[in-house]
């Protein structure tokens, strides 16, 4: 056998393992080396033809990411699906989806995720944002792979592989949200749906919204949000001549109130440094805005101490906090009106739901689903951390303001937090378990027979 009759024999299987380099993605390959289960490539796929819809804000194309749910779901044959419009322009389209149980009189199941996403700079990221390239180690990065198209997608194939199994018919009607406009406060996609005579319908007794991904080995499960107060104070004083000194300048008092409130944040924090609380369970403000000064051509007039200042602070409030006692302080310390001071506070949020309890769900045995979700997550061999206030705001809060129990679960264990971030990647193999996940929980809570 000469050598040249030898290299063509060879030939072959190399040009085969040069064609699986181009054609496999990256982790399937990996894993035949390594022990773990083999990638299942369908539900990956669909998840990156999702992430390709740009949904991105200011422009979201959601007619787009409709029809491709639309498409999916229509291959689910125990779902029925509508689609719902709540403002007159019909640009802001809604998709729900029905898998109706046995017992359509008991409260139903809701899972929600949102269609939109934030808007991503392209010559930040290391792969294109809306490309959801597959990397060599099973990364997906795309924006909203994490926030929140990961738990969309995995609700749909949980259900898929759920409906195939003969034996299984849920006995609650489950029901499966896409909302528009999440991302900029829900007021044209949540917040009106949940007013609709379609939401009274439901008869919605349980929620899952999105949660966020957790960097360590247990999933992340969150009972309430934290409600944001955007608070501008502002001073008033006699204007003088730069040189001079004197009592009750604009400057001085909104200078005074500056230092009171930057107290008050130390306090807080300190709490959290201490170990004593979460950065979610404390009342967070931070000065995010200054506005004082004579304006001149070249900067400000230096000679002249203005009649005006003021400052702005984003505040954050759990829904442990109390809003009364918080309105006192600021009209008494922090923008009293002896120090000639005025204040604004816009409430972006509700702090209390429509019974005047504070807007959170019960994490304890008083609320049955919160046992029922628990089990389903343990069952599926997943860990829980202990449950946490999410820092900001989502769509959750618009359901708890009616009382409906809802929690924030997006099962992503071992993963950077990533959401609005620049690289915002999911791993293959984390989404797929997500899928599991799910299974089991959505077993259970449609399973459910217990009084609510
Ligand atoms: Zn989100």
Redo the contacts with the bound molecule.
């Keep these: 056998m000469s050598r040249h009759h030898h290299r063509r024999r060879l030939a072959l299987p190399v040009f085969f393992l040069l064609l699986l380099e181009v054609f496999l993605p990256s982790a399937a390959k990996n894993h035949h080396q390594s022990t773990d289960p083999p990638i299942d490539p369908i539900p990956i796929t669909r998840f990156r033809e999702y992430l390709r819809i740009i949904t991105a804000h200011p422009t979201p194309d959601y007619t787009s990411a409709i029809n491709y749910l639309l498409n999916l779901s229509s291959e689910i044959p125990s779902l029925q699906s509508e689609v719902l419009y709540f403002t007159p322009q019909k640009d802001k389209p809604l998709l729900l989806l029905t898998w109706a149980g046995s017992d359509p009189t008991l409260p139903s199941i809701l899972l929600n995720s949102?269609l939109d996403s934030v808007p991503a700079e392209p010559h930040k990221w290391v792969h294109p944002p809306f490309s959801a390239h597959y990397a060599g180690d099973g990364k997906i990065f795309a924006r909203g792979a994490q926030?929140?198209k990961c738990i969309g997608i995995q609700y749909l194939e949980a259900i898929k592989s759920l409906s195939q199994e003969n034996q299984f018919r849920p006995l609650r009607n489950l029901h499966i949200s896409f909302v528009p406009d999440?991302?900029t406060g829900g007021f044209d996609g949540m917040a009106k749906f949940v007013e609709s005579e379609e939401f009274k319908k439901l008869n919605v007794g349980f929620v899952l919204d999105?949660g966020q991904a957790s960097p360590g080995d247990e999933y992340r499960v969150f009972y309430a949000d934290r409600s944001p107060w955007h608070i501008v104070i502002k001073a008033v004083g006699i204007p003088g001549h730069g040189s001079r000194m004197y009592d009750n300048c604009a400057m001085e008092n909104l200078m005074k109130s500056i230092e009171v409130i930057n107290k008050f944040r130390d306090a807080e924090f300190d709490k959290v440094k201490a170990g004593l609380a979460m950065n979610s369970e404390v009342i967070s403000a931070n000065p995010v805005f200054l506005n004082a000064g004579t304006p001149s051509p070249t900067g400000f007039v230096m000679n002249m101490q203005p009649s005006e200042a003021e400052a702005g602070f984003d505040v954050r409030l759990p829904p442990t906090a109390d809003p009364d006692s918080l309105r006192r302080r600021i009209a008494e310390e922090w923008a009293p009106a002896w120090r000639n001071m005025t204040f604004k506070i816009t409430e972006k949020g509700p702090l209390r739901d429509y019974l005047g309890r504070p807007l959170l769900t019960h994490t304890n045995d008083s609320n049955p689903w919160w046992s029922v979700f628990k089990d389903a997550v343990i069952a599926a061999s997943g860990k829980l951390a202990k449950p946490e206030i999410l820092a900001s705001t989502?769509d959750a809060r618009f359901m708890r303001q009616l009382g409906i129990p809802t929690l924030g679960f997006s099962p992503m264990k071992n993963t950077p937090i990533l959401?609005h971030d620049h690289n915002e990647f999911l791993k293959d193999s984390v989404f797929l378990e997500g899928i599991k996940v799910y299974k089991s929980i959505i077993r259970s809570l449609t399973s459910f027979a217990g009084s609510p």
């Design positions: 949102h926030d929140d999440e991302e999105e989502t959401l």
